[in-house]
């Protein structure tokens, strides 16, 4: 496990399957250097209530009801400089990378990688925020 602060990393996840929604936030919360701040199963939800929770990094999935998880990481990064997203999908297309990586996504991962990968790269994420704008994808 990577253990490079000791900040509470806030965290704000996105997915329109509430079942891997809670179980994503179940498991995430047995991180202790991280905390989940909120969920959204649509994008103009998320957008509602990123504003209020204020989390330092964003998981969302690609594919939402309403918006995808692209327009939405861009759309969140117009409005606030002092968040990572993280796109989260079963989706391993070249397209879908290189979309993410065009609006400044921090990550792409996969659904089928490891826990500790997601917890890694959240940190990552969360230490970027310190140093100039990076992109990892």
């Known amino acids: ?3 490079t602060t ?3 990393i806030k965290i704000f996840l996105v997915d329109d399957n509430r079942f891997f929604l809670e179980g994503l ?4 919360a047995t991180n202790q250097q991280l905390q989940v701040v909120g969920t959204a199963n649509t994008g103009k939800e998320a ?4 504003d209020q929770s204020n989390p330092n990094v964003v998981v969302t999935d690609l594919v ?3 918006i995808n998880g ?19 999908s ?11 990586k065009k609006v400044g996504v921090f990550a792409y991962l ?3 990688e490891s826990v500790d990968q997601l917890n890694r790269t959240i940190i990552e994420a969360y230490l970027s925020l310190s140093s100039q704008p990076t992109k990892k994808v």
């Open 64 to 66: 939402l009801p309403d």
């Open 70 to 88: 692209i327009r939405l990481a861009k759309e969140i990064l117009n409005k606030k400089n002092n968040v990572r997203v993280i796109v989260l």
């Open 47 to 50: 957008l509602k209530k990123i």
């Open 6 to 8: 000791n900040q509470i």
């Open 90 to 100: 079963i989706y391993k297309d070249p397209e879908f990378i290189k979309a993410a």
């Open 110 to 112: 996969y659904k089928d």
């Open 1 to 3: 496990m990577v253990s």
């Open 25 to 28: 936030a179940y498991i995430i």
